[in-house]
């Protein structure tokens, strides 16, 4: 795996804070975000990797050094760095990250995401035993908090049979990758294009008389992130962010995965439940970016899943996939989480079921 298994890395959204030296502002660190993520899009990761500095540099005055919402910022700058082959910075700011996890409580997707992008780190370094050792504690967080059956576990997997694979253990590489082809199929599709990213891992790992020829990749717009992503998430994430194989379109921050609930498996009938629309955007290929970023920005979003994008189309500005999360018993439950988001400077609307 190359890069981030989402391409476009999340941000956190400062809150307003006052310091003695002037003020720091949220539309600050949203700029310096964007301008850095447009540079990486363009594959200029030197000139990114200044934004963000910057963007940390923000977070950091806002926040304090040992605030636990760091630790995406951290990710984000760990995982430029590592695209540099800065890998001793990158390194140092991942260890910090998952300190600032473990600190927060040490069982969350947003832990594993942590211990992902080190792994990733120290399989560039040759590290492949404490590589190995951080993906499989990665993988058993999300197992314990998302659950067997999520598409993260399958990432988690995958990113795990890598490791394994360069230690030349290429059946234990094949076994996890089988799980995963089997938990992305139930829970993404067998077209989506992280089942196909990982069944064509799995097919690299068998003998010459049994391969099979991939399933050709999804078509991808000019917006869309490169192949070949690793990272999770979160972006920002995943989120967790976990990561998917090499030749794999990333999801985007990046995890246009649009997941059903951990644990789901596809059905003729619609689940119950009130739904929450947190969010359209033109780029299907962020859609779980964005999530991973919304659900470590807002705690009240941890515990639900994201759901398919919807897609419209907006008069005279063209076609939008809407962020949708859920699903809430009941629109009490879902109108006090989304008041809960709104309050923090976030669109939410609740959606019928």
């Not at 059946?171 to 139930?186: C, D, N, Q, T």
Request: charged fraction near 25%.
């Amino acid at each position: 795996m190359r890069s981030m298994r989402r391409s476009l890395l999340a941000v956190t959204i400062l809150a307003l804070a006052l310091l003695a030296g002037g003020s720091v502002r949220a539309q600050d660190a949203d700029e310096a975000y964007r301008r850095g993520q447009a540079l990486l899009e363009a594959g200029r990761t030197a000139e990114a990797a200044r934004e963000f500095e910057r963007v940390l540099e923000l977070a950091e005055r806002a926040l304090g050094a040992n605030d636990p919402r760091l630790a995406v910022d951290l990710n984000n700058m760990g995982e430029v760095y590592r695209r540099l082959g800065r890998y001793t910075e990158a390194a140092a700011l991942l260890q910090r990250a998952i300190r600032l996890d473990e600190a927060a409580g040490g069982r969350s997707p947003a832990l594993a995401t942590s211990l992902n992008n080190l792994g990733l780190v120290y399989r560039a370094q040759g590290r492949l035993e404490e590589a190995a050792a951080l993906h499989r504690r990665a993988l058993g967080l999300l197992e314990g908090t998302l659950g067997p059956d999520h598409p993260d576990t399958a990432r988690a997997l995958a990113n795990l049979a890598q490791v394994e694979l360069q230690r030349g253990d290429a059946a234990a590489a094949r076994g996890h990758l089988e799980r995963a082809v089997a938990i992305a199929k139930a829970s993404l599709g067998a077209e989506h294009a992280t089942t196909r990213a990982i069944e064509a891992a799995l097919s690299r790992t068998r003998g010459p008389a049994d391969i099979r020829p991939a399933a050709p990749p999804a078509p991808r717009s000019a917006a869309a992130a490169p192949p070949a992503a690793e990272r999770a998430t979160a972006a920002r994430p995943s989120g967790a962010s976990a990561s998917i194989p090499p030749g794999a379109p990333s999801a985007g921050a990046t995890r246009a995965a649009t997941a059903p609930p951990a644990g789901s498996a596809p059905s003729a009938a619609a689940p119950r439940g009130f739904r929450l629309h947190l969010g359209s955007i033109g780029d299907p290929a962020r859609v779980e970016a964005e999530w991973q970023r919304l659900s470590r920005r807002h705690p009240s979003l941890q515990g639900l899943s994201l759901l398919p994008a919807e897609r419209v189309e907006v008069a005279g500005r063209g076609t939008f996939w809407r962020v949708v999360a859920g699903r809430l018993p009941t629109r009490e439950a879902a109108l006090e989480v989304c008041k809960k988001v709104s309050a923090a400077g976030d669109p939410c609307t609740v959606l019928v079921p």
